[in-house]
Each structure stands twice: as structure tokens, then as C-alpha cells.
């Protein structure tokens, strides 16, 4: 059984910078696709990004050139650097594990373990 818990989160102004932490227990997470969901109050669960057990990297157009997703196998922990943060960043982010193959890397479906979230908040 896989375990996941976020840690980072917090509030900072726009333009600033945020790295979250994904820690993962049980299971072989070298061999894990692991992933970055969002969810704004009153929306729907979004993609962030993406990364393969091979490193291949998938990332949303709205973070694209601002966030980086990076996983650090020896510490079984996967990484969320976020930079240049706006307002409409604004959510709980959730860290996800695909254990087996990955078809659809931004359908949340195709994850079969989440953590538990932490908030972020960008203040203007």
C-alpha cells in the first residue's frame, strides 16, 4: 500500500515562489509515475504535471516555463518548484502515484494513490 503526504505549502505574494514536497511510503517508488493535481474551491480536480519513472516530464499550459516537477528516488520524494506564482495558482495541491502503466498522464483517473493536500494560497 502506497502513502503519500504533501508538505509546503503556505502563502506568499504574487510573483513569488513556493517547492513542494511529496513523501512517499511502500511500494517501489522509483518505478512510479507521479503527478501534481490542483483544486480551487467550487472547481474540478485539474492537471499540473507530470513525471515518469524514465524522468519524462508532462506539464499544463497555465505552468509551463514557471513550475518545475522533479523526484528525488533515494529520498522516495517527489518535488513540486513553483515559481513566478499568480493569483489563479491559488489551490490545494495533491501529489498522486500511477503504480502500474500510464496512458493519460493529465486524467487524474489513471492515479491509484493521492495524498492528502496543501494549501497554497497567492496573495495579489
Known amino acids: 500500500q502506497v502513502q503519500l503526504v504533501e508538505s509546503g505549502g503556505g502563502l506568499v505574494q504574487a510573483g513569488g515562489s513556493l517547492r513542494l514536497s511529496c513523501a512517499a511510503s511502500?511500494?517501489?517508488?522509483?518505478?512510479?509515475?507521479m503527478g501534481w493535481f490542483r483544486q480551487a474551491p467550487g472547481k474540478e480536480r485539474e492537471f499540473v504535471a507530470t513525471?515518469?519513472?524514465?524522468?519524462?516530464?508532462y506539464y499544463a499550459d497555465s505552468v509551463k516555463g514557471r513550475f518545475a516537477i522533479s523526484r528525488d528516488n533515494a529520498k522516495n520524494t517527489l518535488y513540486l518548484q513553483m515559481n513566478t506564482l499568480k493569483p489563479e495558482d491559488t489551490a490545494v495541491y495533491y501529489c498522486?502515484?500511477?503504480?502500474?502503466?500510464?496512458?493519460?498522464?493529465?486524467?487524474?483517473?489513471?492515479?491509484?494513490?493521492w495524498g492528502q493536500g496543501t494549501q497554497v494560497t497567492v496573495s495579489s
Open positions: 511502500g511500494g517501489t517508488f522509483r518505478n512510479y509515475a
Open positions: 513525471i515518469m519513472s524514465g524522468d519524462t516530464t
Open positions: 498522486a502515484a500511477n503504480q502500474w502503466v500510464l496512458y493519460r498522464p493529465r486524467d487524474p483517473r489513471e492515479y491509484d494513490y
